[in-house]
């Protein structure tokens, strides 16, 4: 059975960074693609961030593009998002996502099989 499990959120203030990261256990890592979605209070769920099970093809949401890079490490079963420049309108519970074997980094959450917990980001002014 796929666990996820994400870390590194936190209180930050805006203008600061943040990496989150997600840790995929159970399976074979390398075989899922992996995806980053973010919920604020009142809102739907968001995409944010996605890549694919090589790390060739990554795709962003429009918010954060030039902002925000996602990147995973096989070999510690990992994927990241680093968070610069945060704003306000980051706040949110960040979850990590994970689909199975297609190269593809896909924007919706319905092509995602598994999800985790979610972290915490909140941006002050």
């Known amino acids: 059975q796929v666990q996820l499990t994400e870390s590194g959120g936190g209180l930050v203030q805006a203008g600061d960074s943040l990496r989150l990261s997600c840790v995929l256990s159970?399976?074979?890592?390398?075989?899922?693609?992996m995806g980053w979605f973010r919920q604020a209070p009142g809102k739907e769920r968001d995409f944010v961030a996605a890549?694919?099970?090589?790390?060739?093809?990554?795709s962003y949401a429009d918010s954060v593009k030039g902002r925000f890079t996602v990147s995973r490490d096989n070999a510690k079963n990992t994927v990241y998002l680093q968070m610069n420049t945060l704003n306000l309108e980051d706040t949110a519970l960040y979850y990590c996502?994970?689909?199975?074997?297609?190269?593809?980094?896909?924007?919706?959450?319905?092509?995602?099989?598994?999800w985790g917990q979610g972290t915490q980001v909140t941006v002050s002014s």
């Open positions: 996502a994970a689909g199975y074997l297609v190269e593809t980094a896909p924007r919706s959450g319905r092509d995602y099989n598994y």
């Open positions: 890549i694919s099970r090589s790390g060739s093809v990554d």
């Open positions: 159970g399976r074979t890592f390398s075989a899922y693609y």
